[in-house]
């Protein structure tokens, strides 16, 4: 295809919105690459052994319109049923102020993780809202800022206690009462580790003399309120560390986790204004107590000091990571749950302790009324005098009756077996439904005249009565009314840069456009208020909308099958590994256990790695940044009869399209190895290659990366898995358990609430429009590194000198020369108006540009001009013009208080420092803090809302 043949913007085609630069742009940008056409460029660039050159089995593209009304057509044959499941997923009332403000707006959904905390105030602000909230009604020390969901946030509890314990048992024991698809989580992530989960009914049957940890859900599955005091007790006495699984609204009324003595307390908080959305996605919490901050695994956000002593928030303790510590990071999370978090946060600003109390009450009294109702049906018994919000009623043979008789009613229950249903009340249940459900029970057993709810109180046990105060803070106090609300929210968006500001050219993470068409059907009440376990005649729809989206994904990378189970990228990785280990034990090679990965490769794959069960053996990189083939030769002879997989990121994370990963894959199968390719470059092959076809045998892709699905502020993400027909069976199951397969998150079809995105970016773009922006992608990276190799040396490059979809540029001989570091450059990009690009990924001291095709030429030119301009400082404080430690540079983001300041001692003036060459006076973005130190955070940690005293100056 010839930019000739590309449509011109008649507002037909949506490519033409999703890809920023049109025809004419375009071939100016070709004309500085050097080449005729994008076909040209990409020949040239991509390795003859990988490109595939049939055309992508994908419906043609579609307009919004039409996209509009597919998705709406998919939504109606979804049934939003009244949801008394419960199991973990509630009825909730999203504020509506929060799903406006928050859910739908770019401001918040379409910004990146707050690496550069400068940037990211607002979002830090709320995720430290978030952390608070969760410590306090935990009554826990310490929170972090998010996890995937509740089972992963309870298998990361497990490998804490692991961790951080004495014990020298490997014996997990879980209480029978807990979660169902939790068990299935921790059986999973238990099993490679070697560590073995005992289920027992500890209501019944005492825990073993030896274990490591203590798995309690409260209150537990089947409702039940117990008090488990004297188990957390017996645990401790025999050194075991002991979870808490909490529900944070039961939390108001009950005594927290952290009273009863819990070392860690885990849950999700989706009944918090997130709706369910067929099970995702959801922010999961995970607390801890004071001792055990250091060991805690996912993102912490704390509050630190800026350049001018004032507090600034940053995440904390980073060294705990993947991205740093690689193999012994304490988890292999990176992508979590931040816009879900933030939503959660707000709901508990919104409320406030005295709404959120009053909606915890009138839940438990609404199970109350149910209770004493269903008391007067005959035949009916209540199984648990105590409970909070779910009542479970035991009618002997009858169950299946009555789940079946409140479902022709409108209304779900829990089938929980022959002779019981469970009944679960939320913040949504009305008076009317419970007489729904009492109807439907009535029916059941030939009652005539339903039995009336009455309104007793609830029937939360005395002696567990919450004494202790919770959200004191100030900010769950203040913004309560919506115009507060709406201000706060603003308050905090106003402070962040997002992709609603300008280009965002992190690389790897490819911050593409999230089309506000691809958005809008995720708060739709048929996708955002299904519960994971409705019966499937409710979710025709969806279970369409799934199938077709893994369809088109295995047709684009040539994989056979794809499950979008995983909730992120590292979830995919880790569901991919352990098909991986499990093809090979099937194969009676269970003992492959030697993981290969390159020393450039991302954190997550070592961490992930290691979560399988395997040891990570580094293959190092030659001097062109590729792996290097002799020795990974070595590697392989070394462990050839213990070799389990290699993981390679293709393009590599070097930004290089490498010519030798043929060869690669072949060597390793050679071995009796699996090739694991990293898939969250695909933005760079897009319709080009397809991993299935190169040699590959497993792949994740990130939705949240090439496929639209917005970053978040650091999640939610998809990271399907794929893999060739022979890892099939082991591809992630039902977490019901039904099917013996892995459960790789809590839900079915893990964050399936957010699949709409990716399948409307499938349908608006087709098979040209995928191949185009791919080829756009490459073009668009080619044009930044032939601007800015004059200035900056661009690391790696391969066929001709190409790169692939992203470029590094590298800063060492200048940083060397004039002490100018990256960090200078990365935060001088602040004033400029720009969010940094990837700083020391993959190689410390460069930055790695990652421009999309979504940006048109004007902003690829802004970017390219303030690179030059800041290179031309970098010559003034390596001439002396500038000294060393005094310079825009180093002095770099400038605040608007600094550069009003009644005082400036500096050797640049103030418009130098605030209003660089190429700002527009009038859409100025301003940092509010300065630059931060995170070492300071780190030495005193304080990871919960500093009293509003501290932002006095
Ligand atoms: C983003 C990324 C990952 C991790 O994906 P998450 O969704 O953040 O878990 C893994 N590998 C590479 C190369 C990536 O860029």
């Given at each position: 295809m010839t930019t000739a043949q590309y449509p011109t913007r008649d507002g037909g085609a949506f490519a033409d919105r999703h890809v920023g630069p049109d025809a004419d742009a375009e071939r100016r940008m070709l004309e500085t690459v050097g080449y005729s056409s994008v076909d040209d460029l990409m020949d040239a660039a991509i390795p003859e052994v990988i490109r595939w050159t049939g055309n992508l089995d994908l419906p043609p593209a579609a307009t919004e319109e039409e996209v509009i009304a597919e998705l709406r057509a998919l939504a109606d044959r979804n049934t939003v049923a009244v949801s008394m499941i419960g199991l973990g997923y509630s009825g909730t009332h999203t504020p509506a102020v929060i799903r406006r403000n928050v859910l739908e707006n770019p401001a918040w959904y379409t910004a990146y993780t707050p690496y550069q905390p400068e940037i990211s105030q607002g979002r830090l602000e709320a995720l430290l809202n978030f952390q608070t909230m969760v410590t306090d009604l935990t009554g826990l020390a310490t929170a972090n800022a998010s996890m995937l969901d509740e089972g992963t946030a309870a298998a990361e509890a497990m490998t804490l206690a692991r961790r951080a314990g004495k014990s020298k048992s490997n014996v997990y024991v879980v209480d029978a009462d807990t979660l169902p698809q939790t068990l299935a989580v921790l059986a999973t992530r238990a099993e490679p580790l070697g560590i073995e989960v005992r289920v027992l009914d500890l209501a019944t049957e005492p825990p073993p003399d030896d274990y490591f940890g203590l798995h309690l859900q409260y209150p537990g599955a089947s409702g039940a309120v117990v008090d488990h005091t004297p188990l957390v007790d017996a645990a401790h006495a025999a050194g075991a560390l002991v979870t808490v699984a909490a529900d944070l609204l039961a939390l108001t009324l009950l005594r927290p986790p952290g009273e009863i003595g819990a070392d860690i307390a885990a849950g999700t908080t989706q009944r918090f204004g997130v709706p369910m959305g067929f099970g995702g996605p959801h922010a999961g919490y995970l607390a801890v107590r004071a001792g055990l901050e250091r060991m805690l695994p996912g993102r912490l956000v704390g509050v630190s000091r800026d350049a001018a002593g004032d507090p600034a928030y940053r995440l904390a303790l980073q060294t705990r990571e993947q991205h740093i510590r690689r193999e012994k990071a304490t988890s292999n999370i990176c992508t979590a749950q931040v816009l879900l978090a933030v939503m959660a946060s707000m709901y508990a600003v919104y409320h406030g302790p005295v709404g959120l109390r009053a909606i915890a009450e009138r839940t438990a009294r609404r199970a109350a009324a149910l209770a004493a109702g269903l008391r007067?049906?005959?035949?009916v018994e209540i199984v648990h005098e105590a409970f909070f919000d779910t009542v479970l009623a035991r009618f002997p043979g009858r169950a299946a009756e009555v789940v079946t008789e409140a479902r022709r009613r409108g209304v779900n229950l829990r089938l929980v077996d022959a002779d019981q249903v469970g009944i679960a009340c939320d913040e949504t249940t009305t008076e009317a439904h419970l007489a729904t459900v009492l109807d439907a029970f009535g029916a059941v057993a030939g009652q005539t005249g339903s039995p009336a709810p009455t309104d007793p109180p609830s029937a939360l046990p005395a002696g567990l009565a919450r004494t202790s105060d919770y959200l004191t803070h100030p900010v769950f106090r203040s913004h309560h009314s919506e115009t507060a609300m709406l201000r706060y929210l603003r308050r905090l968006a106003d402070l962040d840069y997002a992709l609603d500001r300008g280009m965002i050219p992190l690389g790897s993470c490819t911050m593409k456009l999230n089309a506000t068409t691809e958005m809008e059907p995720v708060s739709w009440p048929e996708f955002a208020n299904v519960h994971p376990f409705a019966p499937d005649e409710q979710t025709a729809g969806y279970r369409d909308l799934v199938g077709s989206l893994e369809g088109w994904l295995a047709e684009v990378t040539g994989y056979d099958a794809v499950s979008v189970q995983p909730n992120a990228g590292s979830q995919g990785e880790l569901a991919g590994l352990l098909a991986i280990r499990a093809y090979h034990r099937d194969r009676g090679e269970g003992h492959r256990d030697v993981c290969l990965i390159p020393s450039s490769a991302h954190g997550t794959n070592a961490a992930s790695a290691v979560m399988a069960g395997m040891r990570v053996v580094v293959v190092g990189c030659d001097p062109d940044g590729d792996v290097d083939l002799a020795d990974l030769d070595r590697k392989i002879e070394a462990h050839r009869d213990t070799l389990a997989a290699i993981m390679v990121t293709y393009p590599s994370t070097h930004g290089v399209y490498e010519g030798g990963i043929a060869a690669l894959c072949a060597k390793v199968h050679d071995a009796g190895g699996q090739v694991y390719v990293d898939g969250a470059n695909l933005n760079a092959l897009l319709g080009y290659a397809k991993p299935g076809r190169f040699g590959a045998d497993v792949s994740h892709l990130n939705l949240h990366k090439t496929f639209c699905i917005p970053h978040g502020g650091g999640g939610p993400g998809v990271g399907p898995v794929a893999v060739r027909a022979h890892l099939a069976p082991y591809l992630p199951g039902d977490p019901s358990g039904a099917d013996g397969r892995p459960a790789i998150s809590a839900a079915r079809y893990g964050s399936a609430g957010i699949l709409p995105i990716p399948w409307a970016y499938l349908r608006l773009m087709g098979p040209d429009g995928l191949r185009r922006a791919t080829g756009v992608a490459v073009l668009a990276a080619n044009y930044v590194a032939a601007r800015l190799r004059g200035h900056f040396p661009v690391l790696y490059a391969g066929n001709k000198g190409l790169v692939a979809h992203e470029c590094i540029l590298d800063l060492r001989p200048l940083t060397k020369a004039t002490g100018v570091s990256v960090d200078d450059v990365a935060k001088r990009l602040v004033d400029y108006g720009f969010h940094a690009p990837t700083m020391s990924f993959p190689v410390a001291g460069t930055l790695m540009v990652e421009p999309t095709e979504s940006e048109d030429l004007t902003e690829l030119d802004r970017f390219c001009d303030a690179m030059i301009a800041i290179r031309a400082e970098i010559d003034k404080v390596g001439s002396g013009e500038w000294p060393k430690g005094d310079n825009p540079l180093a002095n770099a983001p400038h605040t608007a208080a600094m550069v009003t300041g009644d005082e400036w001692s500096h050797p640049y003036p103030r418009s130098v420092a605030g209003y660089p060459t190429g700002v527009d006076r009038r859409a100025k973005y301003w940092p509010p803090v300065r630059r931060i130190d995170g070492a300071y955070g780190d030495r005193n940690l304080v990871c919960a809302c500093p009293p509003p005293e501290a932002f006095e100056n």
């Open positions: 007067t049906v005959d035949g």
